[in-house]
């Protein structure tokens, strides 16, 4: 089992940054693939970013260049540093966490955090 608390979520200013935590709790954190996602109410939930167990990171486009995905294995936490953002970055953001077999592939991950909302006003 696998227990995700987010944390660092805020009002921020249009061109502001956050830096979201996300604290594991568990067994194995370090072989578990991480990824960040958001949701407004009402729409789907959209991947934002991942992190593999070895560190490899991925962005969707609308975030590439803007958002740093990172992980620190002996805190069991993993970060998204959200720079340069826009109002459309208003969301709930919730981390997520797959361990091996990986499923995350297709979209399926086995434990998710409760979200963390993001605001950002123009």
């Known amino acids: 089992q696998v227990q995700l608390v987010e944390s660092g979520g805020g009002l921020v200013q249009a061109g502001g940054s956050l830096r979201l935590s996300c604290a594991a709790s568990g067994s194995a954190f370090s072989s578990n693939a991480m990824g960040w996602y958001r949701q407004a109410p009402g729409k789907q939930r959209d991947l934002v970013a991942t992190i593999t167990s070895d560190g490899r990171t991925d962005y969707a486009d609308s975030v590439k260049g803007r958002f740093t995905i990172s992980r620190d294995t002996a805190k069991n936490t993993v970060y998204l540093l959200m720079n340069s953002l826009k109002p459309e970055d208003t969301d709930v953001y919730s981390c997520?966490?797959?361990?091996?077999?990986?499923?995350?592939?297709?979209?399926?991950?086995?434990?998710w955090g409760q979200g963390t909302q993001v605001t950002v006003s123009s």
């Open positions: 997520a966490a797959d361990p091996p077999p990986y499923s995350y592939y297709w979209g399926k991950w086995d434990y």
